[in-house]
């Protein structure tokens, strides 16, 4: 579940922060103490996000 939203966000934030195109829906553009840092925090969201799949894939079932 987190993984998603982290990949969610991180995409937003990646897709406002290249084109500048405002989002209604994304988190890290709102925040105002990451001004100027959208991006970075952007990717690392994305590398939360895929941290947190791999976690996820390699607990044992059970």
Request: with cysteine; aromatic share 12%.
């Amino acid at each position: 579940m987190f993984g998603c939203v982290a990949l969610v966000q991180g995409a937003l934030g990646l897709v406002h922060g290249i084109t500048g195109r405002p989002h209604g829906w994304g988190l890290v553009q709102r925040l105002g103490f990451l001004d100027g840092y959208e991006i970075y925090a952007s990717v690392a969201l994305l590398v939360l996000a895929f941290a947190l799949f791999a976690a996820a894939g390699s607990r044992k079932p059970g």
